[in-house]
């Protein structure tokens, strides 16, 4: 009995369950079905015995592995699937000049919700176009190995209860993020106790398993090599030496879940960080626009970047200041299933914590409380400023506490971070900005 089939012999069992959790749960169980009826009885109720028996088939059991080359074949065969065709994207898309798409996904992307902002959407599927548009992009299918990253996606899929909604603070209002996140660290035990990542509040830090330590190294090694092929942007940044140290990890279960306009938080990993992203299962859109859109002097187009299974996207240093990036809602036109997970999708981000960060940095000058890093962007006048701002806000309260930034000194052990004046603090602008 192939996987398909129990799935289906589980649905039958469980008409209430998702096709996707089934797939979820016998991943977790190692391919064992008794064990997957047994959990899926205690969510769904138990169901008449025997059932798996009518069909004559005694031992259902099978290992992961089993589960892994079928989802290699099936990889493979989707490939083949998709072939590369010249199209034009309708519904609002507006494509390249000699641009090559694929037309599976300019259809799919063409049925999606446009987003609302003005400015023209362009879409970017090779590395060509993706690096040559967004130079400070590193983009690279097929980065792991088949089978690191079918082993990542089965651990994750394991880990599932570590995935939980983000909670956060709008104007005094408590929101909760759709899609779910998990964090892993792989620091010295000494960092632990400062380290509260704060970009989804106080969430249990998991360790780095070994498939995560396999693909971090790789990361790593990518990282450091196209790091030291550049010019560096400033004297503060990582230029050598980048280690993937912590990893957040986003779950998109459904095709609604989204992950809004935002850019990554440099309270921990600093002034002009990189970030390399693994996406595994279901491809989703991550879509990047410029943080001064044309209100305030700068371009609104808006880039779609299609990310299928194994996809590293590099962020490198600028873009979290020059940018801000989300992933849309796919409501009812995935992309692209991924075999064993379905439309679920997940990406690894791997950034590195900067110790320096973590022993530099201020308290509230006005309340004690632990301070986050932003950069002045809007008004031309003060843009590219770092700043520190009181954290209590993501707690809901009102505390205006403030300090400049100040990075020239951030290799020196024991320089606090932090400035009252403008003419000490650190500025950075990027081109064309
Ligand atoms: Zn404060």
């Excluded at 996140?181 to 792989?186: N, Q, V, W, Y």
């Excluded at 859109?285 to 299609?306: C, E, H, L, M, Y």
Aim: hydrophobic share 35%; aromatic share 10%.
């Amino acid at each position: 009995m192939d996987t398909e089939n129990i799935i289906d012999r589980l649905l039958e069992l469980f008409p209430a369950a998702e096709k996707s959790e089934l797939l979820e749960v016998l991943v977790a169980c190692d391919g064992s079905v008794d064990q997957t009826t047994k959990l899926l009885e205690e969510q769904f109720g138990k169901v008449q015995q025997a059932s798996f028996e009518d069909n004559s088939q005694k031992s259902l059991s099978f290992s992961c592995n089993h589960i892994e080359k079928h989802t290699v074949k099936a990889l493979d065969a989707s490939k083949r699937g998709i072939k590369r065709e010249f199209s034009q994207i309708s519904d609002g898309e507006v494509n390249l000049p000699h641009q090559t798409t694929l037309k599976q996904y300019g259809r799919n992307i063409g049925q999606m919700k446009l987003c609302k902002r003005p400015g023209k959407a362009v879409t970017l599927y090779t590395k060509e176009e993706v690096e040559k548009n967004l130079p400070d992009l590193v983009f690279v299918r097929d980065f792991l190995t088949k089978e690191l990253a079918s082993k990542l996606l089965s651990a994750l899929v394991s880990k599932r209860a570590a995935f939980t909604h983000n909670k956060f603070y709008i104007a005094g209002q408590k929101c909760q993020s759709k899609h779910y996140t998990a964090i892993f660290r792989d620091l010295d035990a000494s960092d632990t106790e400062k380290f509260i990542y704060r970009d989804s509040g106080k969430k249990n830090v998991q360790k780095f398993f070994t498939e995560m330590k396999l693909c971090a190294y790789a990361v790593e090694d990518k990282v450091n090599e196209v790091l030291s092929k550049r010019k560096p942007k400033s004297s503060y940044q990582i230029r050598k030496g980048w280690k993937a140290n912590l990893c957040v990890s986003n779950l998109f279960q459904q095709e609604k879940q989204d992950l809004d306009w935002h850019s990554d938080k440099l309270t921990d990993i600093g002034p002009l960080p990189t970030i390399a992203s693994i996406s595994l299962g279901a491809t989703r859109i991550f879509r990047v626009r410029k943080i001064t859109t044309a209100r305030n002097g700068g371009d609104s187009t808006i880039f779609n970047i299609p990310l299928p299974h194994n996809t590293l996207l590099v962020m490198l240093p600028g873009t979290q200041e020059k940018f801000k990036h989300c992933v849309p809602s796919v409501d009812g036109c995935l992309l692209d299933l991924h075999p064993v997970v379905g439309k679920v999708r997940y990406s690894l981000t791997f950034r590195m914590i900067r110790n320096e960060l973590l022993s530099g940095r201020p308290k509230c000058p006005k309340c004690g409380s632990s301070m986050v890093l932003k950069r002045m962007f809007k008004r031309s006048e003060t843009r590219g400023y770092y700043f520190w701002l009181c954290g209590s806000q993501y707690s809901g309260y009102k505390c205006r506490g403030f300090y400049y930034g100040k990075f020239d000194k951030i290799n020196v052990p024991g320089e606090g971070l932090y400035t009252n004046r403008q003419s000490e603090a650190t500025r950075w602008i990027g081109n064309s900005e």
